[in-house]
């Protein structure tokens, strides 16, 4: 009886060749028991084109012929994976942090051995390999608070209102978890801009929520727009509890920076609609355009007086993977909260405490840059040095690349104000257009991936940040180095004037 059971569960069937029994059972998990919001989620900067580059990789290390030699992979702001220099004084603390035998060595800087001992003093056993708080290293906090206040003139920061996170992604799912609730028309709706970074989409079709889009003006170089807003948020309430507005300044994909007085509306609208803002800030250094500044959305509701500063809740969140600092893999960042009713703090701070602490080696990285060299110090020229010339290269990157996709017949780009990336706009022959939907894909996406073939080059489509109906856009980060980036352009550019011609 025992073995009948058995059979049952496993099922059995006999392999022919061999006459052997062989035991079979049904998966538990399949893709029709898998959590369907999982299935939900699109992420198309590491999509179906960054999948196909890899392969195309491979196949040229095994020797497949190619009309390209390299893959160039402009799809993600990964900047030291582009070939950007890390910042020296960082990478000697953090060699003296993992490390500590280093402190005895002549060749570091004091400064560098005295910001590594604070630091390990500040850890479990002086390690940065033992868990921390779940809120962060306690002096982090405090350094991060202390360059806000440096930041934003002068306005009060509480070390106990910042979260150290596992880069900004972290902080910004969170807060997203925090908020989501409701079902049917109550169900929590988050307002995105579009285009939009996909960890947006993404974390918001995981968590089952509702994503408002609202439009960003291309024609006034990606600003944001108040009566936009207003009509994005009226038709939401529709269907949903719009809760939240979310803002990336300067912005992925669009690499527009906004105005000060644009920031003053969008914080007007927020405590006029009664929504919880998002800030996302991780690119606050990038700004490379003449007349353009940022402004954080907490300085600027500071200035705004106490009608607002003491009502309006914000988290703002930033990061060590952009900037002048490029250090993605060590997923190191803040978030600072403002406003947030106590209850809800102490729920959050519980939240965390679930994945124990963020990288302890990420939040070391995240006090260096916000406790970088001060002058005097034996390591400020030379970091000083390094920092500029890295934004000033971005600079003139950011400005090449528009000058020269704007001399393409077809190819629209605006000024890249401030990040890592464009997004100009590509008109494509109506006979493109639909032999992609033939094929089942969306217009750019059909040129990106024809693109990488012919090229080697790997561009992301505009349908995977979103964009008007009927226009099409591929972002392009201006990482890569001077000398390859002119390549990558001057590719782009050959590569468009053929497709055009095949296709009209």
């Given at each position: 009886?025992?073995?009948?059971?058995?059979?049952?569960?496993?099922?059995?069937?006999?392999?022919?060749m061999?006459?052997?029994?062989?035991?079979?059972?049904?998966?538990?998990?399949?893709?029709?028991?898998?959590?369907?919001?999982v299935?939900?989620v699109?992420?198309?900067?590491?999509?179906?084109?960054?999948?196909?580059?890899?392969?195309?990789?491979?196949?040229?290390?095994e020797?497949?012929?190619?009309p390209?030699?390299?893959?160039?992979?402009?799809?993600?702001?990964?900047?030291?994976?582009?070939?950007?220099?890390?910042?020296?004084?960082?990478?000697?603390?953090?060699?003296?942090?993992?490390?500590?035998?280093?402190?005895k060595?002549n060749?570091?800087?004091?400064?560098a051995?005295?910001?590594?001992?604070r630091?390990?003093?500040?850890?479990?056993?002086?390690?940065?390999?033992?868990?921390?708080?779940?809120?962060?290293?306690e002096?982090?906090?405090?350094?991060?608070?202390r360059y806000?206040e440096?930041?934003?003139?002068?306005v009060?920061?509480?070390?106990d209102?910042i979260?150290?996170?596992?880069?900004?992604?972290d902080?910004i799912?969170?807060?997203?978890?925090l908020?989501?609730?409701?079902?049917g028309?109550?169900?929590?709706?988050?307002?995105?801009s579009?285009?939009?970074?996909p960890?947006?989409?993404a974390?918001?079709?995981?968590?089952?929520a509702?994503?408002v889009?609202?439009?960003?003006?291309?024609?006034?170089c990606?600003s944001?727009?108040?009566?936009?807003?207003?009509?994005?948020?009226?038709?939401?309430?529709?269907?949903?509890?719009?809760?939240?507005?979310?803002?990336i300044?300067?912005?992925?994909?669009?690499g527009?920076?906004?105005?000060?007085?644009?920031i003053?509306?969008?914080?007007?609208?927020?405590?006029?609609?009664?929504?919880?803002?998002?800030?996302?800030?991780v690119?606050q250094?990038n700004?490379?355009a003449?007349?353009?500044?940022?402004?954080?959305f907490?300085?600027?509701l500071?200035?705004?007086?106490?009608?607002?500063s003491?009502?309006?809740?914000?988290a703002?969140?930033?990061s060590?993977?952009?900037?002048?600092?490029g250090?993605?893999?060590?997923?190191?960042?803040?978030?600072?909260?403002?406003?947030?009713?106590p209850?809800?703090?102490?729920?959050?701070?519980?939240?965390?405490?679930?994945?124990?602490?963020?990288?302890?080696?990420?939040?070391?990285?995240?006090d260096?840059?916000?406790?970088?060299?001060?002058?005097?110090e034996?390591?400020?020229n030379?970091?000083?040095?390094?920092?500029?010339?890295?934004?000033?290269?971005?600079?003139?990157?950011?400005?090449l690349t528009?000058?020269?996709?704007?001399?393409?017949?077809?190819?629209?780009?605006?000024?890249?104000?401030?990040?890592?990336?464009?997004?100009p706009?590509?008109s494509l022959?109506?006979?493109?257009?639909?032999?992609?939907?033939?094929?089942?894909?969306a217009?750019?996406m059909?040129?990106?991936?024809?693109?990488?073939?012919?090229?080697?080059?790997?561009?992301?489509?505009g349908?995977?940040?979103?964009?008007?109906?009927g226009?099409?856009?591929?972002?392009?980060?201006?990482?890569p180095?001077?000398?390859?980036?002119?390549?990558?352009?001057?590719?782009?550019?050959?590569?468009?004037?053929?497709?055009t011609?095949?296709?009209?």
């Open positions: 009886m025992l073995q009948c059971v058995h059979s049952f569960i496993l099922g059995v069937a006999h392999d022919k061999t006459d052997k029994a062989v035991f079979t059972r049904d998966k538990v998990l399949t893709i029709h028991t898998m959590n369907p919001t299935k939900k699109e992420y198309a900067v590491r999509g179906p084109i960054v999948q196909r580059a890899v392969q195309i990789e491979k196949e040229l290390k020797g497949v012929k190619k390209f030699t390299e893959v160039i992979k402009a799809n993600i702001g990964d900047a030291h994976a582009m070939g950007q220099q890390p910042i020296t004084f960082f990478r000697q603390v953090l060699a003296l942090c993992s490390y500590p035998e280093l402190l060595d060749m570091f800087p004091e400064d051995k005295n910001r590594a001992r630091i390990l003093q500040a850890c479990g056993g002086s390690s940065i390999g033992a868990y921390s708080a779940s809120q962060g290293i002096c982090v906090r405090q350094d991060v608070a806000i440096c930041r934003d003139g002068g009060p920061c509480d070390p209102n979260y150290l996170t596992t880069g900004a992604s902080g799912v969170t807060m997203l978890k908020l989501v609730c409701g079902e028309p109550t169900r929590t709706g988050v307002m995105i579009i285009p939009q970074y960890l947006y989409s974390a918001l079709a995981e968590l089952a509702v994503q889009n609202y439009y960003l003006n291309e024609d006034k990606w944001m727009d108040v009566s936009e807003l207003e009509r994005s948020l009226s038709e939401a309430r529709k269907y949903c509890n719009p809760k939240a507005l979310c803002v300044n300067p912005g992925n994909p669009t527009q920076v906004q105005s000060r007085q644009c003053e509306d969008v914080i007007r609208f927020a405590a006029k609609e009664h929504l919880f803002l998002m800030a996302d800030e690119y250094d700004v490379y003449e007349g353009c500044q940022f402004h954080s907490k300085k600027v500071f200035e705004m007086g106490p009608q607002y003491n009502t309006v809740e914000l703002s969140f930033h060590t993977s952009k900037c002048y600092m250090e993605c893999g060590f997923r190191g960042g803040y978030m600072e909260v403002i406003n947030m009713d209850e809800v703090k102490a729920q959050l701070t519980k939240l965390v405490s679930v994945r124990l602490c963020p990288p302890v080696p990420g939040q070391a990285l995240m260096l840059v916000v406790n970088s060299p001060k002058p005097g034996p390591s400020y030379n970091f000083m040095k390094e920092r500029t010339a890295t934004l000033s290269l971005l600079a003139e990157k950011a400005k528009k000058e020269i996709l704007n001399t393409v017949p077809g190819i629209t780009c605006n000024p890249v104000q401030g990040a890592m990336y464009s997004f706009k590509i022959p109506e006979k493109a257009i639909k032999e992609a939907k033939a094929l089942g894909q217009p750019d059909f040129y990106c991936m024809k693109m990488l073939e012919e090229t080697g080059i790997c561009l992301v489509p349908s995977g940040f979103g964009q008007k109906e226009t099409y856009h591929f972002r392009m980060t201006i990482l180095p001077t000398d390859k980036l002119k390549i990558l352009l001057a590719k782009v550019k050959e590569f468009h004037q053929k497709f011609k095949q296709y009209s």
